[in-house]
């Protein structure tokens, strides 16, 4: 597909996205969903405000209402849409990623995102109206702040915390008035960095992508429990006693604390080779799936099952969410390990070795000889006894490698030798 990623569309705002874009997805989401409600919302990006905009004089006001929920975490609008029985979620952002990006993801009626044969129609419905650019007028637009609701309703499924002493890491992000307050509501003591919506500060050296930022202030407040956040709030990364904790071992302490439909949990072929190994032992059952959260959520969808998760962060736990929540897998795991008004230590898988780079490489490395051969040549020496995954990312231009083996020196001569090639590979292209 030439436009969606791993998680929607997303790319450099005025680069990647333009204008032009956004205004052929408008119309490429009325094409597709019809007319009806729909229920939009964005993160903290200051290009937020411009490419909702724009979006709207492409879905134009033949039988259609927006309801713009305003700044709020993803899950938040997923929630909603299928609260309302919207026709469709809109989500403007870029998650993770830095400030300079923007993006847009989109749920169904059911809060789920779109399944591949949707996004692979919805891509040659923005093919076909990329060119074109009429506009249309805008549709009728309600603008209301639901967060006391979703607050509240997040907050049913968990028991009091009070008493608990815990540090949040809101990324200038779309969690930042929602994560402080609901932790509030339960009880909770709290020390919240990062709250404030500033679009050029959101993801930067802070939240999920820099827990060392909240490793310090754990530290420095003598504080034992610290969750960091996303930009869009649906990715979380658990700090315990001074140790940023594995997404695994996050996901398995999770399921301690659900009802397991089907004794199963759903997880992707990224996630480390112990959670396998400690489900067997548990007579539980593991569903691997391809990298991305929408392919978790999909595969519980289909089969009814209760909980699923990635080593990044994403973690679906229904039937309470559709899609990943941080806030709401943050309360879970503390109520899993705040047990008679005192911390316990959480669970920590004993974790094969593997390692992650992710590079900064065009996609047309992913088809070079040269790189193709390096693999090859691992795949051999690793046969039967490690695993290596080798794929280009679907949300940045960048090459992810992971390879988990016994043999910690194999895994570092490896992870070498692709990054030596990649980085000559990217001077020659630079060369040109």
């Not at 992971?402 to 090639?421: G, K, P, R, S, V």
Request: aromatic share 10%; net charge positive.
């Amino acid at each position: 597909m030439k436009y969606f990623g791993t998680d929607g569309i997303r790319g450099i705002w005025q680069k990647d996205i333009d204008k032009k874009l956004i205004l052929a997805v408008g119309k490429s989401i009325r094409e597709f969903f019809g007319s009806g409600k729909y229920i939009i919302g964005r993160d903290s990006r200051a290009s937020g405000t411009q490419i909702i905009k724009t979006l709207l004089c492409g879905i134009g006001n033949d039988d259609t209402t927006v309801i713009d929920i305003g700044i709020v975490p993803t899950p938040v609008i997923s929630y909603y849409t299928k609260a309302n029985s919207a026709k469709c979620g809109i989500v403007v952002s870029a998650s993770h990623n830095p400030a300079e990006f923007n993006g847009i993801k989109l749920f169904d009626e059911y809060g789920q995102k779109l399944c591949e044969n949707a996004e692979k129609k919805f891509d040659s419905l923005i093919k076909k109206h990329i060119k074109t650019t009429d506009c249309y007028h805008s549709p009728n637009i309600q603008s209301i702040d639901i967060t006391e609701e979703y607050i509240k309703h997040i907050c049913s499924f968990i028991s009091n915390l009070k008493g608990l002493k815990v540090c949040l890491d809101c990324a200038y992000g779309a969690m930042g008035n929602i994560a402080m307050r609901a932790f509030s509501n339960l009880g909770a003591s709290i020390m919240a960095f990062n709250c404030d919506y500033i679009s050029a500060k959101i993801n930067h050296q802070c939240g999920s992508q820099y827990p060392h930022f909240l490793l310090s202030k754990l530290k420095q407040y003598d504080c034992k429990l610290g969750f960091a956040f996303d930009g869009d709030g649906d990715r979380l990364v658990v700090i315990f006693d001074n140790q940023i904790l594995d997404g695994d071992s996050v996901l398995y302490n999770i399921s301690k604390s659900i009802k397991l439909n089907k004794n199963t949990i759903v997880a992707t072929v990224l996630s480390n080779g112990s959670l396998q190994t400690q489900l067997n032992k548990d007579n539980i059952k593991l569903i691997k799936t391809a990298v991305g959260d929408k392919n978790i959520a999909r595969c519980m969808m289909q089969n009814n099952y209760s909980l699923g998760g990635e080593q990044s962060g994403h973690y679906i736990i229904k039937p309470y969410s559709t899609t990943g929540d941080g806030l709401l897998a943050a309360l879970i795991f503390a109520q899993s390990i705040y047990q008679d008004n005192k911390l316990v230590n959480p669970i920590k898988l004993d974790l094969m070795p593997q390692k992650t780079i992710s590079l900064n490489a065009p996609k047309s490395i992913m088809n070079d000889f040269g790189l193709l051969q390096i693999k090859s040549k691992y795949e051999m020496l690793l046969e039967n006894k490690c695993r290596m995954i080798v794929r280009y990312s679907g949300t940045e231009p960048k090459i992810r490698i992971m390879i988990e083996c016994n043999d910690q020196n194999l895994i570092e001569q490896a992870i070498q030798e692709f990054e030596i090639y990649i980085y000559n590979y990217n001077q020659f292209l630079n060369f040109l």
